[in-house]
């Protein structure tokens, strides 16, 4: 790797977040906790976990908490999902407590039972049940399987503290089998593991209690405790505060929290969800418990997180995603380089989608993660003059990687500002996070001495002195035709997003993709914009913010939308079944609060003065809209490759101008740094 040049100044801007933790037994750096993340590493070659979690801890993170690692077969996530239950698996987690340790930091093994959410035909679960979001219906367990998978939660502990962890995580949220036990939703059983919450809780309190007995008093054990399910028939807070204090006496070391179900119907952790909109939740507990509390999702900066913890809402807060974006998130916030953070944007879309996908996951803005061993940026032996045409996505990462690679790297930009298709999505409600990735781009230009040519559109003259061009000029939207639209009344997504032109009181959106779903979110907004507002988000989700209720839910406050929007496409498929895995859900919902009509398997026959005919199932309809607005997708935007292969020059194409068909900001990140690496 490029050894960093820049300030090292010691920062005393975070005096909480850099303070350290005394735990008694042992003491931990700071107040970061990289939260568990399952990443796809877990099944492979151990020496790739070893490499990724070394980097985080040369990063100076204060607690490192793996994935999730089975105690048996049954609590798999998925068939062959990483598990500890015996000596020989020992060997495998030995190399990544090694090389974490190497580095001066520490680490945790989760123990996750994943229950009712096993992708297993033999999944089990307190008692007989499917959850919405598995195919498999799980077996209700047997008294005495519940007694066997406590002793395989306490060997899979004691196996832990032979492979040398600093201690393990107890997953017991977010609506895997602990956290089945613990409530009526999820558990009707009459023996001694259900019915009244003693018995509910007994589960959980027998494995702490175990574990504790076996591994000794100087082990970290983190109980990662749902404070709000966010689902019906969910625990009370009198229950969780009751379940925290045994937890305690029972020998845990650190209570993290966990916020709601994964068939939870309230987006808690994509990029719509206000940063730190949940640390409320680890507040109520504060005053409850003496043992340390860990505070979670949407932590992604530095200065969210000093925030938390001077305002008392924790003693931790727990980062995960972050560290995928920036392995160094701490040690820029130590070194007085938080400028220079690449912050995780809450997208989704290279972690949790991938993994939803049975793929290894990255990250969008940092392709790196998770492929440490495999895509490096290495300093070059062979500096060449590099033009690179485009200061978009895939642009700016190879600009910025083929830089500091030792590269002399002019980037032209036809526009006055860096960031492309970046400038469009930041727009939306709910994207907001897309600043912080101009703001990165734009300081490591500098960082790395790119000459930035804003305001130039390249020419082939200009060009051709170059030793390597890269062409990163992006995309342009596809134009449709239909039957009686002028240009008046039929907009572009740049008209709205970019050019700002007057949008009508009833529009319909042709093309329901990524984009359609961003204009409708973005015409169909206003007043407060919840994604900056926690209350406001709350009432909009409908979460009760004193928890009264069970599961800490309420009614959904209505929302009322500035004008009429249809969002319609042609296929037959759900609307948004393109869109990401985990985040669809959350932009359906919240167009349909919006009274968004979203219609599939349209023809579009007609747009005049009466509105937009299409024909629909084999009827014709009229829609009566004044506008309609265009987001059919896009086409390579590329003028310059003809021309310089013309006269004999080699151009190197990557982001849109390469291809645009499924291009997005995440393909053309990752284009750039694996052509930037190897150049
Ligand atoms: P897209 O996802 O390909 O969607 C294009 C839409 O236009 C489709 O709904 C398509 O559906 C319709 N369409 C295509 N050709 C058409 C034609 N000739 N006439 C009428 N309709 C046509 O493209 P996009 O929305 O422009 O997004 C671009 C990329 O950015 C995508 O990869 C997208 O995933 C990504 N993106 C992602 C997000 C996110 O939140 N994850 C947000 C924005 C953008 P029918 O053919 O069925 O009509
Ligand atoms: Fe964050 Fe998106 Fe990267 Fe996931 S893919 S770590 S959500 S920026």
Redesign the pocket.
Known sequence: MIPKTQSKKKNNKYPNLLKPLDLGFTTLKNRVLMGSMHTGLEEGDPRKMAAFYAERARGQVGLIVTGGVAPNRSGWVKPFAGKLTNRKEVKFHRIITEAVHKEGGKICMQILHSGRYAYLPFAVAPSTSKSPISPFKAWGMPGFLVRWTINDFIRSASLAQKAGYDGIEIMGSEGYLINEFLVTRTNKRTDKWGSSYENRMRFPLEIVKGIRKKVGSDFIIVFRLSMIDLVQDGSSWEEIVILAKRLEESGVTIINTGIGWHEARVPTISTRVPRAAFTWVTRKMKDEISIPLVTTNRINMPEVAEKILARGDADMVSMARPFLADPDIVLKSIENREDEINTCIA?N?ACLDHIFLNKKASCLVNPRACHETELNYLPTNNKKNIAVVGAGPSGLSFATIAAERGHLVTLFEEQSEIGGQFNI?KQVPGKEEFHEIIRYYTRKLELTNVKLKLNTKATVEMLKEFDEIVLATGISP?K?KIEGGNEKNILSYLDVLKYKKPVGKKVAI?????????VAEYLSHQGVNPSQDIKEYMKEWGVDMTISNRGGLTKPVKVESPREIYLL???ETKVGK???KT?AFGHRASLTRRNVKMMNACTYLKFDEKGLLISRKGKQQLLEVDQIII????LPLNHLSQPLEEIGINVHLIGGAKSAD???AKIAIRQGSELAAKI
Do not use: V, W
């Open positions: 997208c879309q999505a596809r449709i042709l093309g329901a993709g990524g984009i359609g779903f961003d496409q042609r296929k393109g869109l990401g985040t987001c059919a997708g896009q499924k291009l997005d």
